[in-house]
């Protein structure tokens, strides 16, 4: 699957500003190949890229100047290959105790993600399943039919329990609530930032990713992209970790758009079915 990618955002400083941006494709040696990239930075500010030990993210850290307006442009080719994992090899549950080193952190509450506040309502509703799988089934039509999604109705410091007590949010919020609710029942979640190119208006997407047979299935409660037409830009313990964009100073946005095109030629939508389920 090929997908061409377009972001650009302008910003008014105020004062001396740092900022981190995550708006870069992940590279990976399997499944997701970038073919080609470029970035303009518009004046010519001191920047540079990192990554972190626990988290692949591409970040951009960049200093900018007082009253100095300043853009930043992302464009790439991206070519992924997800995989389909079957629904028999993931109805088997892995203790806690046979998890990997690395799994294990997300298992537990989050800035965001605070999922000791819902472990009654979790296992009153959900506990009863079998099959971890059919839990996550569960959790993720709960929020579908429950919450609903309403532009603007959310801020950076709405966490999930918010999102469960007001009924409603956008992504970023269902992802979370996703997400606290499989910790609750100790199934390890994490936030997933995607580029999704069928949805509209156009924008940076969040997900989540749940740990069931080895393998992190994704998951879209919002129901408003196809699994199989997405580029993965971060995965972490919740949106907080991998913002698209934090700053340290005082700014205004005053353009941001954002372009994610599929140029395949089969683009027929994938959720997860009865059979198979999509793991990046």
């Not at 990618?5 to 970038?34: G, H, R």
Request: charged residues 20%; neutral net charge; hydrophobic residues 40%.
């Amino acid at each position: 699957m090929k997908f061409k990618l377009k972001t650009a955002i302008n910003y008014d400083i105020y004062a001396p500003t740092t900022f981190v941006f995550n708006i870069q494709a992940l590279k990976t040696a399997s499944f997701q190949k970038i073919i080609s990239e470029t970035l303009e930075i518009s004046p010519n500010l001191p920047f540079r890229e990192y990554s972190l030990k626990a988290c692949t993210a591409r970040f951009i850290i960049l200093k900018a100047t007082e009253y100095v307006p300043f853009s930043i442009s992302y464009e790439a080719t991206i070519e992924t290959q997800f995989k389909l994992i079957s629904k028999k090899r993931l109805l088997k549950n892995t203790p806690i105790f046979d998890l990997k080193n690395e799994i294990i952190p997300y298992l537990t509450p989050s800035r965001h993600c605070p999922s000791d506040k819902l472990v009654d309502f979790a296992f009153n509703n959900f506990g009863h399943f079998p099959t971890d799988l059919e839990k996550v089934l569960a959790i993720n039509d709960w929020i579908y039919n429950n919450i609903k999604y309403v532009t603007g109705s959310s801020d950076a410091n709405t966490t999930a329990f918010d999102t469960f007590n007001q009924g409603e949010g956008v992504c970023k919020d269902f992802a979370h609530l996703g997400i606290a609710l499989c910790r609750a029942l100790t199934i390890p979640a994490r936030y997933f930032t995607c580029y999704a190119s069928n949805i509209y208006p156009p924008d940076i997407h969040a997900c989540f990713e749940v740990y069931l047979g080895n393998n992190w299935i994704i998951f879209d409660s919002t129901r408003l992209a196809s699994l199989n037409q997405i580029v993965k830009i971060a995965h972490g313990k919740d949106g907080s970790e991998i913002a698209v964009a934090s700053f340290f100073g005082n700014v205004f946005c005053t353009y941001m758009n954002i372009e994610c095109s599929s140029l395949n030629n089969d683009s027929e939508a994938f959720q997860a079915s009865e059979k198979f389920f999509i793991s990046y």
